[in-house]
Each structure stands twice: as structure tokens, then as C-alpha cells.
């Protein structure tokens, strides 16, 4: 009786103490319940909150380690990881990876089901979650407790508690606090995503709001302007927020629209006057042009408040400006119709063009005026109405009406389509063109007349046409005889010539004994006169070639360095006699040229030897420079130089410029005559500057083209 009495006050004791620790533990789950709440109402981040309360709830129940995983929302990938371990306890986030619940079909079936997962062996497990069973054997987790996670009534994820010292049994009246806690971050969680959302979104509407071009502005009932979209603000009145917060919309609106907005606002915008256009003041006290909307509504304070939506136009209002200056000033008379046919505008020029008084006209319709809107113009107005849905406009016509006066002219009638008011209008332009009708009917009888004129001038000019012909006939023979007969000529005239030079030269070598100096002197000036001559004839003869087309080159490659050597040797006296210093620019290396040599030299010699001729002292400057598809040679002296009035005579034949110093010196008047036709056959061009007492520079070219023609 005594040991019963014992065993059942030993049990009672047991009762009480376990009684004790539920209560214990209720309460600390009360007051974590509290701080968690807290936490995650107060100002510390989201992630501090959950780690803190995953180290509470481990604590709390002995737990190893705790683990709240966030999915995305396909409940597949990874979004966030949270893991609190005990001292001594190693991670295991980073073997979370994404898609990793799809290894654990068990696992993830469980949860998605809503159910918990208890186990407190892990040799206990089903056969079917020998996955799970591997995962906790690796980790060396002895026991594991995981509550689904919810957010918005969805499965988001799980918390997980694992004991990895001890094989813990989890009994129901633990299951019921960490459920209640498991439910308490989910819900903060959810308000979590909810409250980053919201913000989420009053950042892009604010983004949005600050950003449209559009002027945004809330004012009170006194019209004190409690909010606007800044940047907006200073972009288009350059205003900073500062500058306008507070203060009266009245103050920045222009004093002939502060009655209109006064009323408008009181209003309410109501539905007649629901878009309204003031002038703002802008900080550098312009004034532009907004359209205005809005509406009024009631805060959350209960006061009222009204949003205006403004719109600058300013633009828009000086297009409006500049046509209304075009309108009342056009030599044109305009007429504006509506769709109707009734006029609602006219302007001044119709007074003008057609007697009508514009205040008389307005309101009317186009049928009272049928001398002007006769009936092709009706038709053309009706093809005006139709053209503004087909967007296919007529063109103008021209036709003849009668102003009031019964006097008739003749007009150009034109249309297009405007808007006034989001109203759809005609425009209908008349420009007086009676003058430009008398000018066509002149220009129709000139033209008659001129047509006689042309056919008869035409016979005139074929007949003159015809005896030109027989003129150009009979000149090109001439011309083929005179080539013909100048080349007879200079063979038959170099003949007694060559016997003259040699036996001068003879004479004054002393093979017929020694001369006289009279005698030297005479047989010297024939000897000259008939090298003269013979050169006068082989230019006639080379130039006569050229313009028979009998000339041909025989290009070959030599070498220009050597060809230039030689010319300035054979012209050695003459640079010595006169002491005159001759540069050569360009040839500092070997190059070789594609050219008919003999031509060439006679080109470079005939130059050169002038230069020297026509420079009293100085010096002559050659230059060659190799272009990309020619080659040019330039020669510079210091010489006498050619006056502007003698350009003209430097390349004919037989012209010489009429000076002293050039009659003293010998010359035919063909060197630079056959020399411009040589370096034209070479297919360049030459050309001079100069400037009298200055010197002379020639320039001529050489194409490169003439390779082809080599052999």
C-alpha cells in the first residue's frame, strides 16, 4: 500500500515537472512569437530578422542546425537560403543548388502535400526515400523535422530542423510551436513581398510621374500647391521644387487667365471646360502656353484636393499665331468651311477679290454665293469632303467667277484640310490668276507666231548649214594640200641648205685655206642664218605632221636622269657664257620614263634653252615630280618674265612677243607652238605662269598611259 502510494506520488511529480516544461516552453514560444513579430515589423532588414529568428528557434529547440529555403516562383529554383548553425556545426547551404528538390522526389511530394516531414531515425526512413536517406547520411544528420513554407496560400518552400549529435524524437507538442512559427515567417514573408511590390510599383510610378512631359500639379482648395513632378517642373519653367511648394498656383498664371482658372478650378473642370489654356510664368519671367485638365477628389484626410494636367503648347500656339498672321495677310482669299458648307472664317483678301464684306459672309452657307461656289466648285468641295477620309486630294483647279460687282475673273481654286478644336475643316483658297490667263492667251498667240517664225528661220539656217558644208569641203582640202605642200617644200628647201651649213663649216675649218676675219664674220652669219632657216623648216614640217595626223611616237623606256644629263650638257656653253646656275629637283634617285626619247628631248630642250635665252642672270630651277597616273616637269627662271597682255601669243606660230631683249635674240616663233603640239601627242598639257621682270615658270606633263603603247 505504502510502495503504491509511493509510485503514484514519484509519477505525479514527473507529471508535474513535464506539465512544468510545456509550460515553459509555451511560454518562451509566446515571447519568441513576440520578437519575431516584432522583428519583422521594425526597421531592421528582412534578412537580419530571419537569421535572428532561425538562431532563436534552434535554440529554442535544440536543434543542430535550421534551414529556410525560398523557392522561386516555378517552386523549382532557388531564390534565397537561410541557414543558422550551432557552435561547431558546419553549413550545408552550398549543397542547395537549383533544381536540387527534383533529386528528392519523396521529399518534394511530401511537402507539396502539405505534410511534415518527422524523422527521427534515419535508418527509419521509406524505401522510397532512399535519396533523402543518403542526403542525411552524407551531411551526418542523425534527425530532421520540415514544415512546408506558404506565401499567399502557395508553396514557396520549407524550414527545416536538424539534429546532427542526437537521435531526437519530435513529439507533438513540439510540432504545434514550431508550426505557429513556421506560419509567423511565412505571413512575414508574404508581407515582405507584398510591401516590396508596393514599393516596387510607387517607384515606377513615381519614375513615370516624374518623368512625363506633361506638367503634373496637386493643389488644395486655396489653390496652394501641395505636390508636382519635379523634373518636369524645372525642364519646362525651370523652377526647383523649392521655389513653388506651398505657394499659390494664381501666382504663377498669367493676371489675364487667373479668372478663367479661379473659375475653372472652383468648378471642378467641369465636362464643358474640361481643357483650358493659360499662360505660365517662367523663372526668366516669359510666359509660355499650357493646355489644362483635371479633376478635383477627396484625400484620405477628407479635404479637397484637385490634380491639374498641364500640357505646354506654346509651340503649337505660335504656329496658331504665325498662321493667323498668314491668314488675315495672304494675297489669296481664304475661305474656312465646315463639312456643312457653312463658312466660318474668311479672311480680309475677300474684300478684294470678291466685294464681300466677311462680317456679312460668316455663318452662312456656300449655297447663298453661287457666282463664286458655282457649281464646279461645289463639285470640287464635294471631292475635298471625300478626300479627307481617302487621304487622296484633288488637284487645283482654275475657273472663271463673277464677284458682286458682276465683273468676272478668273481664279485658282485649292483645298486642304485643317482642324480647329478637334473640328474638321475645309480650307478653300482662291488666288486671282485673271492676269496670268490674259498672259497665256498672249503666249498662245506669240507662240503661233513664233512656231512661223522657227520653220521659216529653220529653212534659212539649212540652207546656210548646206553651204557651209561645201565651205568646209573645199577648206579641208586646202588644208591637205597646204600639209602636202609644205612637206614637198621643206624637203626641196632642207636640200640646198645642208649644202650651204657644210660648206660654211668647211670654210671655217680652213680646209680651203685661212680666212680673213671679214671673211669669218660673213661666212659665220650665213652659216647662222641657214641653221636658222633649216630649224624654221623642221619645226613647219614636224607641226604640219602633227596636224595631218602623220606624227607617231616611238615610245620606249630610258632613263630620265640620263636624258636630262645629256640635254644640260649639250646646253653647257650657253649655261657657262651667261654664268647661270641650273637646279635639278627630283632625279636624287634613278627613273625611268615611258616616252618617244627624241620628242621628249626636243620637248625638255626647247624649253630649257629658252629659259636660259630669256634670263639675263639668276638661275633656272628643273623640277620632276612622279604622279599617280602622269609626270610632271616644271621650269622655273628668274628671266625677263612675259607681260599679261602677250599670254595669248606665247603658243601660236610665227608670234613673238615685241621687246627689245626677245628681238635681239634669234627664234622662228615655232618652238613653243610644235612644243605644246609634242606634249599633247605625250597626252599632257602645258601651261605658264609669269609676270614681267620676274620670270617665267612652264609646266607641262607626261602621261603614264603611253606604256601601253610600247614597241
Not at 502 to 512: A, C, I, S, V
Not at 628 to 647: C, P, V
Request: proline letters at 2%.
Amino acid at each position: 500500500m505504502v510502495c503504491s502510494e509511493k509510485g503514484i506520488l514519484e509519477k505525479n511529480i514527473e507529471l508535474v515537472k513535464e506539465v512544468e516544461n510545456i509550460r515553459k516552453k509555451w511560454t518562451n514560444l509566446e515571447i519568441l512569437s513576440s520578437n519575431i513579430s516584432s522583428r519583422f515589423l521594425g526597421d531592421i532588414s528582412t534578412n537580419d530578422a530571419i537569421n535572428a529568428t532561425l538562431r532563436d528557434m534552434g535554440i529554442l529547440n535544440g536543434a543542430s542546425r535550421v534551414i529556410l529555403v525560398i523557392f522561386k516562383d516555378d517552386n523549382i529554383n532557388l531564390n534565397h537560403i537561410y541557414e543558422w548553425c550551432a557552435e561547431g556545426i558546419n553549413p550545408l547551404f552550398q549543397f542547395f543548388q537549383n533544381s536540387w528538390i527534383n533529386n528528392f522526389p519523396w521529399w518534394n511530394e511530401q511537402l507539396r502535400k502539405g505534410n511534415i516531414i518527422n524523422i527521427s531515425d534515419v535508418n527509419n526512413v521509406p524505401k522510397e526515400a532512399q535519396a533523402t536517406k543518403t542526403l542525411l547520411k552524407v551531411n551526418h544528420i542523425k534527425s530532421l523535422l520540415v514544415f512546408p513554407l506558404y506565401i499567399k496560400s502557395e508553396f514557396a518552400g520549407f524550414i527545416g530542423y536538424a539534429n546532427d549529435i542526437i537521435e531526437k524524437e519530435w513529439k507533438d507538442n513540439d510540432l504545434s510551436p514550431l508550426r505557429l512559427s513556421s506560419q509567423i515567417i511565412g505571413n512575414a514573408l508574404e508581407r515582405h513581398k507584398m510591401e516590396n511590390l508596393l514599393k516596387k510599383s510607387e517607384e515606377n510610378y513615381r519614375l513615370i510621374i516624374e518623368n512625363i512631359n506633361d506638367l503634373i500639379v496637386i493643389i488644395d482648395r486655396n489653390f496652394k500647391i501641395e505636390y508636382l513632378n519635379q523634373e518636369t517642373v524645372f525642364r519646362l519653367l525651370g523652377y526647383q521644387k523649392i521655389d513653388i511648394i506651398g505657394k499659390s498656383a494664381l501666382d504663377f498664371i498669367h493676371p489675364d487667365d487667373v479668372e478663367q482658372a479661379n473659375y475653372t478650378f472652383k468648378k471642378g473642370f467641369p465636362p464643358r471646360a474640361s481643357v483650358i489654356e493659360l499662360r505660365f510664368k517662367h523663372k526668366d519671367d516669359s510666359w509660355l502656353w499650357f493646355e489644362c485638365s483635371g479633376h478635383t477628389f477627396i484625400d484620405r484626410d477628407g479635404e479637397l484636393k484637385g490634380i491639374v494636367i498641364s500640357r505646354d503648347i506654346s509651340e503649337r500656339k505660335s504656329v496658331e499665331e504665325r498662321y493667323k498672321a498668314l491668314f488675315d495677310n495672304s494675297p489669296n482669299a481664304i475661305f474656312i468651311i465646315d463639312l456643312n458648307g457653312v463658312i466660318i472664317d474668311a479672311n480680309p483678301t475677300i474684300e478684294v477679290l470678291f466685294s464681300l464684306n466677311r462680317n456679312n459672309i460668316v455663318g452662312k452657307s456656300i449655297e447663298e454665293y453661287n457666282e463664286i461656289f458655282h457649281l464646279e466648285v461645289k463639285k470640287y468641295f464635294k471631292r475635298i469632303f471625300k478626300a479627307s477620309f481617302l487621304k487622296d486630294f484633288p488637284e487645283p483647279i482654275e475657273v472663271k467667277v463673277k464677284n458682286s460687282f458682276g465683273e468676272y475673273l478668273w481664279v485658282e481654286t485649292q483645298a486642304s484640310i485643317i482642324k480647329q478644336d478637334s473640328t474638321t475643316l475645309i480650307q478653300l483658297i482662291f488666288q486671282d490668276i485673271t492676269e496670268k490667263k490674259k498672259m497665256e492667251i498672249l503666249e498662245n498667240k506669240f507662240k503661233d507666231e513664233l512656231e512661223n517664225e522657227v520653220q521659216m528661220r529653220t529653212k534659212e539656217l539649212n540652207d546656210a548649214l548646206t553651204q557651209q558644208k561645201l565651205f568646209v569641203d573645199q577648206i579641208v582640202k586646202s588644208s591637205q594640200f597646204k600639209t602636202e605642200f609644205m612637206a614637198t617644200m621643206s624637203h626641196e628647201l632642207r636640200t640646198p641648205l645642208n649644202a650651204i651649213i657644210g660648206f660654211t663649216d668647211l670654210l671655217l675649218e680652213g680646209l680651203y685655206g685661212q680666212l680673213t676675219e671679214d671673211q669669218r664674220e660673213f661666212i659665220s652669219d650665213i652659216k647662222n642664218s641657214a641653221e636658222h632657216q633649216f630649224d624654221m623648216i623642221k619645226h613647219i614640217l614636224d607641226i604640219s605632221k602633227i596636224e595631218s595626223g602623220q606624227m607617231s611616237l616611238n615610245v620606249q623606256k630610258f632613263s630620265l636622269n640620263n636624258m636630262v644629263e645629256q640635254i644640260i650638257s649639250s646646253l653647257k656653253p650657253l649655261i657657262n657664257k651667261k654664268e647661270i646656275k641650273v637646279k635639278i629637283k627630283g632625279l636624287e634617285e634613278d627613273k625611268f620614263i615611258f616616252a618617244d626619247p627624241i620628242r621628249f628631248k626636243e620637248i625638255l630642250l626647247n624649253l630649257l634653252s629658252n629659259a636660259i635665252k630669256f634670263t639675263i642672270e639668276g638661275k633656272i630651277t628643273l623640277t620632276v615630280k612622279e604622279k599617280y597616273n602622269h609626270w610632271l616637269f616644271k621650269i622655273n627662271d628668274t628671266g625677263i618674265g612675259i607681260a599679261r597682255k602677250d599670254f595669248p601669243l606665247i603658243f601660236k606660230e610665227f608670234k613673238r612677243v615685241d621687246s627689245t631683249y626677245v628681238r635681239s635674240v634669234p627664234g622662228t616663233g615655232l618652238g613653243l607652238s610644235l612644243t605644246k603640239r609634242l606634249v599633247e601627242l605625250h597626252g599632257g598639257e602645258i601651261n605658264f605662269t609669269s609676270m614681267l621682270g620676274a620670270g617665267s615658270t612652264f609646266t607641262y606633263s607626261i602621261s603614264k598611259k603611253l606604256e601601253e603603247k610600247l614597241g
